[in-house]
Nanobody, 123 residues
């Protein structure tokens, strides 16, 4: 059974950091792409980062480039999203998702999703 489980969200102040984890199971991580998306209230779901495990290829959306980064621990089957210097506009529910085709900012390319983890940046 394919599962993706996000964790690591929370309430932090502007400028602080969070690292989100996407724990995967039920499939071979190296054969898929894992994307991170976020959805703010009243807005569409937006892709922020994606990675292909083998061979490694990383994609980070321009709007968060230089701040967000994506990485993985293949032994643990976990994909991380590191988010330093958080801003109020980063607030939203963060999801990880699996694609067998390619990294894409389009949610339609992803077939399996986690339940999401809430990230709130507020002073």
């Amino acid at each position: 059974q394919v599962q993706l489980v996000e964790s690591g969200g929370g309430l932090v102040q502007p400028g602080e950091s969070l690292t989100l984890s996407c724990a995967t199971s039920g499939f071979t991580l190296e054969y898929y792409r894992i994307g991170w998306f976020r959805q703010a209230p009243g807005k569409e779901r937006e892709g922020v980062a994606c990675m292909k495990i083998m061979p490694q290829d990383l994609f980070v959306r321009t709007s968060v480039q230089g701040r967000f980064s994506i990485s993985s621990d293949q032994r643990k089957n976990i994909v991380y999203l590191q988010m330093p210097g958080l801003k109020p506009q980063d607030t939203g529910v963060y999801f990880c998702a699996r694609s067998a085709i390619a990294c894409s900012w389009s949610p339609d390319r992803y077939t399996d999703w986690g339940q999401g983890t809430q990230v709130t940046i507020s002073s």
